[in-house]
């Protein structure tokens, strides 16, 4: 019996992993706290943890596992920017969901915005007190616009699809571009300059960090129409608040947020929020948040768990490869998994 220690467990995790768990003989120990450099010693005795996007996988937390002997990191999500991976490497295996939903994130990128140019947020809290004024809630037709799209994986691909579909004009910027895409690549500058919508699907990284700053809103239409989908940290919140104060933006649509760990995925509607930043973004008409839902659908739960157990079996059975390893070793991760067939270490 594998036993992991389940780190941030929520009501809606448990019934897929436990499906999944019980058909192969992992055991998860369901704990409803984070992963901390605090709460690491609640993994003792286990052989694995999994962890979610807000669970702090740090070098230090890294050495605490190591020392208890844990020997794999189950992300079960597909962002790893939250593991020090390099300080993993040498001492313990991390595995991650590649895919689960493309689909689950970019629909929901694409509802946000229908949500947000057709003001439906505002009409649905009306209607409801019996408002049925039509007053304010003026949009545009999304046919026609130019969609700039950051990003052209799995997710940012089907979100142009979607986008297509709606008759909308679409470019990407990704350094990485897809051959015989189709897609229309252009330069992030030109892509700053042309878009009536902008929206983010590329993974964080040094690089990416803050990619949306005041200098590049300061490029963008005026109006234009921000979403971010992917993970909070690509934006400088701060300037995108001076954004829209300065009219500049039209609307932004945030599903992530760069200090959302401490806020997002609990309910705080009895608390005083510390975080005025966040809560001046909410304040804000023109401002949509979600806690981080893009995941959230039934199909891609279970394929999350499905993989997840899927992961760990690899890691400890037979020759413990797994193909959704994260290793350090090369430091092109993705290109390294790829290529890779033997264990990293
Ligand atoms: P993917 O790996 O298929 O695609 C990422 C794309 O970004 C690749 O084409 C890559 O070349 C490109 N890229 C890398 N560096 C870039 C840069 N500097 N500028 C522009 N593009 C760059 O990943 P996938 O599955 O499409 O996911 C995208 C992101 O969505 C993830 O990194 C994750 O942060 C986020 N996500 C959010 C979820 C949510 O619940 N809101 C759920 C799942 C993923």
């Keep these: 019996m594998i036993q992991v220690a389940f780190f941030d467990t929520k009501t809606y995790d448990r019934p897929a992993f436990e499906k999944y768990g019980e058909k192969a003989d992992v055991k998860f120990r369901f704990l409803e706290t984070k992963l901390t450099e605090d709460t690491v010693e609640l993994a003792r005795g286990c052989d694995a943890v999994c962890v979610f996007v807000n669970d702090t996988v740090s070098a230090p937390v890294i050495g605490r596992l190591h020392e208890m002997g844990v020997r794999l990191i189950a992300l079960r999500c597909a962002g790893y920017n939250n593991v020090d991976v390099r300080a993993a490497f040498g001492k313990i295996h991390v595995v991650h969901v590649p895919a689960y939903s493309p689909y689950a994130v970019a629909e929901h990128a694409a509802a946000l915005l229908l949500t947000s140019v057709r003001r439906i947020h505002k009409a ?79 993974p964080l990284t040094e690089e990416t960090h803050h990619l949306i700053d005041e200098n590049a809103i300061h490029q963008m239409k005026k109006g234009v129409v921000i979403l971010n989908t992917s993970r909070g940290a690509l934006i400088d919140a701060e300037a995108l608040l001076e954004g829209i104060k300065a009219r500049k933006v039209g609307a932004a649509c945030l599903d992530v947020y760069e200090e959302e760990a401490d806020v997002f995925f609990e309910d705080r509607s009895g608390h005083i929020l510390n975080d005025d930043l966040l809560a001046r973004l909410i304040s804000m008409p023109n401002v949509i948040v979600t806690s981080h839902q893009g995941f959230l659908t039934e199909e891609a739960l279970d394929s999350i768990a499905e993989t997840t157990v899927g992961n760990i079996l690899a890691c400890f059975g037979g020759d413990g490869l797994c193909s959704n390893e994260l290793c350090y070793r090369c430091g092109k991760i993705e290109q390294c998994r790829r290529e890779r067939k033997e264990k990293c270490f």
């Design 124 to 202: 649905y809290n009306r209607t409801r007190e019996f408002n049925f004024s039509l007053h304010g809630l003026t949009g545009f037709d999304l046919h026609g616009k130019t969609v700039g799209v950051i990003g052209s994986g799995k997710i940012g691909r089907i979100f142009m699809d979607i986008c297509r579909g709606f008759g909308m004009n679409v470019i990407a910027y990704d350094p990485f571009p897809v051959e015989d895409s189709g897609i229309r690549y252009v330069s992030l500058e030109e892509l700053f300059r042309e878009s009536d919508i902008i929206s983010l699907h590329c």
